[in-house]
């Protein structure tokens, strides 16, 4: 149990830097380009534990196999994290971080229909009061300085193909490994995007240089590929839902870290939609699965 605390820590920590180095790194970088060069650097640095995970599971990757992951890839890179870093450059990275910490609200709608995990009253009172969270948050009529409502509406609408993405993920995440899973459908999404970076004529590498090199390898190893990685490994050594821990940690830190590096300032709305947030994150843990991963 001491052990998947320490992984959560981890993986929370090191996704609570995001916004912050993606606001960074993106201010010479198109988002498009920046997200394609993270998620290639992510997808090849999980590959080898992948490769790994392959061998000891004798997994056997069918043509159906890699398509469900091509698709996988294209709703999780060319869709929502393009969207998260427009949301993240035209919003506060707070304000981005605490919004994309409600993915896991839209996986378990999306579950509903896809997953065949039915919504129940509890899961909906959760989804409810971290929709009310989400409305202090954004809070339209009061926005903080450096928010705009475009810059929310891409947070939120990465936040819900994120949680697509998640709940489409899980029908054969089991029998392929999560490891293998997000490896290569971030490489193939990452190819995807490639694609569609040449058909819109973006740049690739152009923009990255000896000034923010470091911003860039630190977003796509660090966070993308580390923070992926411990994810997973919580995961491996708990289950899903304890893993699920990071996106619970996460709205505490991210807003902390954008006050001390970006001077950000957090208002009364959020804290109390942050609070909010929270509880329905708590609200949707299952104390069986808890209970078990402690078991473990």
Not at 77 to 89: L, T, Y
Not at 115 to 140: C, H, Q, R, W, Y
Not at 206 to 224: Q, S
Not at 257 to 282: D, N, P, Q, R, W
Request: with cysteine.
């Amino acid at each position: 149990m001491k052990k998947v605390m320490i992984y959560i820590l981890i993986s929370a920590v090191l996704f609570s830097t995001m916004e912050v180095t993606l606001k960074i790194a993106g201010l010479g970088l198109d988002a498009f380009q920046l997200t394609f060069v993270r998620f290639l650097m992510g997808g090849l640095f999980l590959f080898p534990f992948a490769l790994v995970e392959i061998k000891r599971k004798a997994t056997v990757l069918s043509k159906g196999d890699y398509g469900y992951m091509l698709m996988l890839g294209v709703i999780c890179i060319c869709v929502s994290m393009v969207f998260f870093q427009m949301g993240v450059m035209s919003a506060n990275a707070s304000t981005a971080a605490v919004i994309f910490c409600t993915n896991p609200m839209f996986t378990m709608i999306f579950a509903h229909f896809i997953a065949d995990e039915k919504m129940t009253f509890k899961k909906g009172l959760a989804a409810t009061v971290s929709i009310a969270g989400l409305v202090l948050i954004i809070n339209p009529l009061h926005m903080s300085p450096g928010n705009t409502l475009m810059g929310m509406l891409f947070s939120l609408i990465a936040a819900a193909t994120f949680g697509l993405y998640s709940a489409a993920g899980k029908k054969r995440i089991r029998r392929l490994g999560g490891l293998t899973q997000t490896s290569i459908s971030f490489l193939l999404g990452s190819g995807m995007l490639f694609i569609l970076l040449l058909i819109l004529k973006k740049p690739i590498f152009t923009g990255i240089t000896a000034e923010n090199i470091w911003v860039v390898i630190y977003v796509g190893i660090a966070v993308t590929g580390l923070g992926y990685l411990y994810y997973f490994l919580a995961m491996e050594k708990s289950n899903a839902t304890m893993a699920s821990l990071v996106f619970f940690v996460k709205p505490g830190i991210a807003p902390i870290i954008a006050v001390i590096v970006l001077k950000e300032t957090i208002t009364l709305f959020m804290i109390i939609g942050i609070i909010l947030i929270f509880i329905g994150s708590y609200m949707t843990l299952s104390k069986a699965a808890i209970a078990e991963s402690i078991r473990r």
